[in-house]
């Protein structure tokens, strides 16, 4: 990772596609002055993303693209983030993947969040599998993105114990309360600042 500057924070873009929690505490510690990270971009692919209420709250710059042709908004999409001088992008909750070529070009300078403990339960409805398996601990994981689903080296993650009458609302719930803390301690671990 390229990004430690030391003396100038390092511009972020954050994708989102709901309800945006995570981009909310990404914010707050942007803020905090031992933070390495100013964001200065909100992306979504979905123009009734809750989360995208965050970009009037704290003037930040926002933009949807729709990723119908993936192609097409993906171009458009580093056109954007060239003009906004953007170093690197935090996935908090975007649900859409992107293609190799864009990974490339951000030289693996994208982070993203998963609610499990990778690498078990990449993808979707990671909740309702984790308890239908029985499983005892669940947690969520950091990475860094490859161009693989949910495959990147592991940052930092958080394990979290599974209570006897868990559901899939109160373990996400639980769970999203850890994410709040890891996406901030591992931006401070990958940023060596
Ligand atoms: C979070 O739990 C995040 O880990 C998950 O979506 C939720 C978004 O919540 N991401 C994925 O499942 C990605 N595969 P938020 O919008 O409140 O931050």
Known sequence: MVLSTG????RTAVFISG????LKSLIKFSKVKKSPISIDLIVSNNSKANG????KIYKIKKKVLNFK???LSEKKLLSILNINNIEMICLAGFMKILSKNFIKRFKGNILNIHPSL??????????????????KY????VHFVNAKLDSGKIILQKKVKIS???TS??????????EHKLFPKAILKVVNF
């Open 138 to 141: 669940s947690g969520c994981t």
């Open 169 to 178: 609302v109160s373990l996400a719930k639980k769970i999203l309360n850890q």
């Open 69 to 71: 042709k993936k192609n």
């Open 164 to 166: 006897k009458n868990e």
């Open 118 to 135: 990778l690498p078990k339960y990449k993808g979707l409805n990671t909740h309702e599998r984790v308890l239908k398996n029985k499983e």
């Open 7 to 10: 003396y100038r924070k390092i």
């Open 19 to 22: 309800t945006g929690s995570n």
């Open 52 to 55: 995208l209420k965050y970009a």
